[in-house]
């Protein structure tokens, strides 16, 4: 599976973006998916993750309410709605796929076994 992130930039605080993740491969409907990231001089972490039907979703505390996962299989894409932007969510944004339940994928990022180049998210005060 190869994955390819899109949809990031440069947005005032208070602001909304909406990330993208475009997979490759036939088998994308039974990967668990995830979005992580990860700021200069830290470790990157768990942002929000989604089941392979959708039906379940988990979100980290700092982005919970602000935040929304989905996926529509027929177009092998994830995709992460953000509003309400804060500065301290400027970081690297990371797509990622697991053999895995989304649950996992919200505890560690050791479960993942496809990531995406990244995509940048800058979100200025």
């Known amino acids: 599976v190869q994955l390819v992130e899109s949809g990031g930039g440069l947005v005032q605080a208070g602001g909304s973006l909406r990330l993208s993740c475009a997979a490759s491969?036939?088998?994308?409907?039974?990967?668990?998916m995830g979005w992580f990231r990860q700021a200069p001089g830290k470790e990157r972490e768990f942002v929000a993750s989604?089941?392979?039907?959708?039906?379940?979703?988990y979100y980290a505390d700092s982005v919970k309410g602000r935040s929304t996962i989905s996926r529509d299989n027929a177009k092998n894409a994830v995709y992460l709605q953000m509003n309400s932007l804060k500065p301290e969510d400027t970081a690297v944004y990371y797509c990622?796929?697991?053999?895995?339940?989304?649950?996992?994928?919200?505890?560690?990022?050791?479960?993942?076994?496809?990531w995406g180049q990244g995509t940048q998210v800058t979100v200025s005060s």
């Open positions: 989604i089941s392979w039907n959708g039906g379940n979703t």
């Open positions: 990622a796929a697991g053999r895995t339940t989304a649950q996992t994928i919200s505890i560690t990022g050791k479960t993942v076994d496809y």
């Open positions: 491969g036939r088998t994308f409907s039974s990967y668990a």
